[in-house]
């Protein structure tokens, strides 16, 4: 009968996804997966994700391609992982809250939804930004920062990878709180910006600490706050900018590791459980803490709702300093 051949070819179909989904689960991974960098190779995020998918290789048993694919902020990378590959975890997406948190509210169409197009599975690392001056200039403080910027309003100048990073951001938020007026000048890169801050072209600017600390122990900036709640050991002399006088500045530069939303949970669960260890092993997390990384560690639950939580803020202080990427 019609009706009855329809059901059992319905119910065939299904115990055959069934199976399917079963075997593919069980066997995962069978070929080589790929981390979506969106940076260009050689910089700050290789450095985290290539021994990462290294140490990823060894546990899975499978190559573990790091696929470069800079532009727009991130958002080519992240679009190219949302919407043109299957969630089925062979691509990983290194994700940052530059172009998680912050481009969603820059870009009219940044051509993906953090929230609803990727799978978090855990947060890798963490650095706050922090403010440095050129060694040349007098500034040995927030302090000195401040009275300097209100004694010239929109002449003290500060440097940053360009509109809308969280660098730029975090300079909003400066002159929010302290009630300052600066001028910000945006350059094609964190390296181009601390370059001329060195060489005295431009004065401070707000810049991650993994990013500074060599220039730092080599005496050419000084950093003279922690955008933190807590100061962080890898300079236990550095205050916080509310101990410095700058209260409700803090912005921490986090990448975490995601996939495609709908990825097969057993998928997740293997990913996540590998990660983690990788994550806590001493062979990872050493050589990473002293380049000024905190390495973190987290359920995919922790990591969403961080994300979230960014997400909103940057929002938030994006509208209220009128903040556009041109």
Do not use: C
Request: proline share 8%.
């Amino acid at each position: 009968m019609p009706a009855a051949q329809t059901f059992i070819q319905a119910l065939s179909a299904a115990l055959f996804a069934t199976a399917t989904f079963g075997a593919t689960a069980a066997d995962y991974p069978d070929r080589p997966i790929t981390i979506v960098v969106p940076q260009p190779p050689g910089g700050a995020a290789d450095a985290v994700a290539r021994p990462f998918g290294q140490a990823l290789s060894q546990r899975l048993g499978q190559p573990v391609v790091i696929d470069n694919r800079p532009g727009a902020n991130g958002n080519i990378a992240a679009a190219y992982v949302a919407r043109n590959q299957p969630a089925d975890g062979y691509t990983v997406f290194f994700g940052s809250i530059s172009t998680l948190a912050v481009n969603p509210h820059l870009y009219k169409s940044a051509g993906f939804d953090p929230l609803k197009d990727f799978q978090p599975l855990t947060l890798t690392n963490q650095t706050p930004n922090v403010l440095i001056v050129g060694s040349q200039t007098p500034y040995r403080s927030v302090a000195d920062v401040v009275a300097a910027a209100k004694a010239r309003p929109g002449e003290l100048n500060f440097g940053s990878a360009g509109n809308g990073n969280t660098m730029h951001l975090t300079g909003v938020q400066f002159e929010s709180q302290t009630g300052t007026q600066l001028t910000h000048v945006p350059y094609k890169g964190g390296p181009a910006a601390l370059n001329d801050v060195i060489a005295g072209q431009i004065p401070m600017m707000f810049h991650n600490l993994s990013a500074v600390m060599a220039f730092q122990k080599a005496g050419k900036v000084r950093i003279l706050a922690v955008a933190d709640t807590k100061r962080s050991p890898l300079v236990p002399d550095v205050p916080t900018m509310a101990e410095a006088g700058a209260g409700g500045v803090v912005q921490i530069a986090w990448s975490g590791m995601l996939v495609r939303s709908g990825t097969p949970q057993p998928v997740v669960d293997r990913l996540v459980r590998e990660m983690q260890a990788i994550l806590k092993s001493p062979e990872f997390r050493k050589p990473q803490e002293e380049q000024g990384s905190e390495i973190l560690s987290s359920t995919p639950r922790e990591f969403e709702t961080r994300l979230k939580a960014d997400y909103d803020a940057m929002g938030k202080v994006i509208k209220a300093g009128n903040v556009s990427i041109d």
